[in-house]
């Protein structure tokens, strides 16, 4: 045993052959801030043409790769390897495992994605060039009239599913096997309960996207007429098994979000979460509404009015446990000793601007309303809202919360707080506008448009310029603390709680190798 | 350390194999793309082949090696009681990921069966479906499709008392057998166990047989093919899927069959052999709603 602890490998081998759960968990949020910022320079693009009418900097085809790939990139390459970053790093810490579950997948999970992103962006350069039939896909666009490299995107998704299944069957075996005595699943941490049903929705939806791309091939290469009316096939198919993987991703690239807010707004409150038993439930709850909500993504596509009823009044449920979540953080605030702390600054950002993307997600349920609001940049508003200052603001709350565990140094509080203003003024500039000139008819995934939606792009261009700057920033102070600053202690939050908090900083290498007595 | 004490929790050391495994998948599915690829364009470029060729050598590298290791490290007693259910749960969430998979084909199939090609021929609510082809009648098995003349449907269909009804028989017996395997190797019993599983194998190597010749017959006296509209598309994507799910549960019970003959199990250790068995339960399973759903109903 004891040759299993001693400290790290030397060199670029200890990245490429590791088993360690820490190692593994900076690979994945490295390579997912990479591909946020490669993906946001997609984005720079999309504002670059979008910052005038008419053409000016890229062609209409280009464009389309660009909203496609940014699509694609941001979702597979960005937030989700992020949230599995941050579950391998803080799963094991906060139940008290000495690891994952198993050890070698994981390293298997992280290192298909450089394989599988590689694949996907080489499709740029290919003959006919990438995808451009937007992130989701739709047949025929994407069958028919899709360019040749069609083919290298549909085996790069598979390969993301591969990753993401392994890694959610390593997270799932690690959480029900490997907690530490009297750690019973009611005391978890709420990031541990959030990810445990993130891993079920996982390898629920991820094989069903599996199956979708299957068919897209068939069709493509072997005459099969799954999407082709032709042969008694019907392109209607491909939005619901699409959407029935795509809409509980949503769920996927937000509950890791909920547990990580849930955590530190009690910390920096100096409170209890208010109802820790009611956000379990509430998790589960949204999770199972997750599976019948899909088609709400379809009102418009012709669907019996049964179920143009139905979806709609399942996704309005939906805001029934969402709610709990947001009563839940705004009462445990209440009354508490609030600080305002970089992660807390975050995570209250994220309370407050994710509900106005929940809010505009409650008026696109509505079925009626809806056909006036698909495929405009309202649709656009309402999904930016939920993903930036949603997923990836908690993202970075997470991320600053717990530097000091992973490096032993505090951060330069004074950038990190440039860093937060800059990105919640840059989204909001960005995104807000984009829900004035979606009700007013502007389409989304077009490089051109009429002259009354002129001002509104501009802000909306300068604000994503100005979020996409800041990242850089956000770079800088990340490598400056890994580097150096003030020594951190083991529990540098005064409000803090959990056993990730109970090891020094920086956490050692392997952690619990004799699991701690949970009370 | 363990959970309650009952050993020393197993933290591999370094390995290679997800690496190799990682570059053997990126080739294999590269490889497989590009002779896609070159196939629809109709060109004649074998660069795909090897590509594919490498790729495959490396998964099959990986896989003795990988497992290899897991078989030492477990041969040398280094995994705990806690270990083996890290196991089990993963090979049990991996299945539920294949049901899924499944589900997909499934879902697809009743879409079309009770919605998309009703619509078509002007049923329901959504009759401008019908409009696109007035001639069109909807009926399943789909043997004549509204665009008749780029999917020219199927003269016939398999039925299904003939031979997917022996192919059911084979396949359940051998999921008994496979479970009498099993159970004489709890009884430490090796030799039968040995024997059971043969049975269990040639069951289902006969079915793979029997499955190919119903193809043959498919493609070569009903007309019925992947190309012959979305009957043949369901039937063949959900069976084919079903076979390819067969083999690999078959060519399982094979390692598994010779890890019985080098003695590798004991009555209380054998988790492998028991994924095995699950996996073959599981594709027995998806069989029975095949049987059901795509030849009888």
Known sequence: MSEHHHGPAKGLMRWVLTTNHKDIGSLYLWFSFAMFLLGGAMA??????LFQPGLQIVQPEFFNQMTTMHGLIMVFGAVMPAFVGLANWMIPMMIGAPDMALPRMNNWSFWILPFAFALLVSTLFMEGGGPNFGWTFYAPLSTDYGPPSTTFFIFAVHMMGISSIMGAINVIATI?????????????PLFVWTWLVTAYLLIAVMPVLAGAVTMMLMDIHFGTSFFNAGGGGDPVLFQHVFWFFGHPEVYIMILPAFGIVSAIIPAFARKPLFGYTSMVYAVASIAFLSFIVWAHHMFTVGIPLVGEVFFMYATMLIAVPTGVKVFNWVATMFKGSLTFETPMLFAVAFVVLFTIGGFSGLMLSIAPADFQYHDTYFVVAHFHYVLVPGAIFAIFAGVYYWLPKWTGHMYDTALSKVHFWMSFIGMNLTFFPMHFVGLAGMPRRIPDYNMQFADFNMISSVGGFMFG??????LFIVIKCV???DKAEAKPWEGAHGLEWM?????????????PEVK | MANDGEGTYYVPAQSKWPIVA??????????????????TAGEDDPTGHYVLFAGGLMMAWMLFGWFGNVIEESRKGLYSDQMDRSFR?????FIFSEVMFFSAFFGALFFVRYFGVPWLGGEGEKAATGMLWPGFTAEWPLMKNPDPESFKGPTGTIDPWTLPFINTLLLVTSSITCTKSHHALRDNNRDSSRNWLFVTLLLGFVFLGVQGYEYYHAYH????????????????????????????GAIMLTVMFIRIIKGHFTPTNHFGFEAACWYWHFVDVVWIGLFLFVYIL
């Open chain 1, 44 to 49: 720079m693009v999309i504002r670059a043409e």
């Open chain 1, 176 to 188: 029900l096997n490997l907690r530490a005595p009297g750690m019973t699943l009611m005391k978890m």
């Open chain 1, 469 to 474: 700057v800041t990242q850089l920033l956000f």
């Open chain 1, 483 to 485: 580097r150096t600053g």
């Open chain 1, 503 to 515: 090891v020094p900083s920086p956490a050692p290498y392997h952690t619990f190798s004799t699991p």
């Open chain 2, 22 to 39: 990682a570059i053997g998948l990126f080739l294999t599915v590269t490889g497989m793309g590009m002779m896609m690829n070159s196939m």
């Open chain 2, 89 to 93: 749960w993963g090979m049990g969430w």
């Open chain 2, 221 to 248: 006296e009903l007309g019925l093919t992947l190309a012959s509209g979305i009957y043949g598309s369901t039937f063949f994507m959900l069976t084919g899927f079903h076979g390819a799910h067969v083999t690999l």
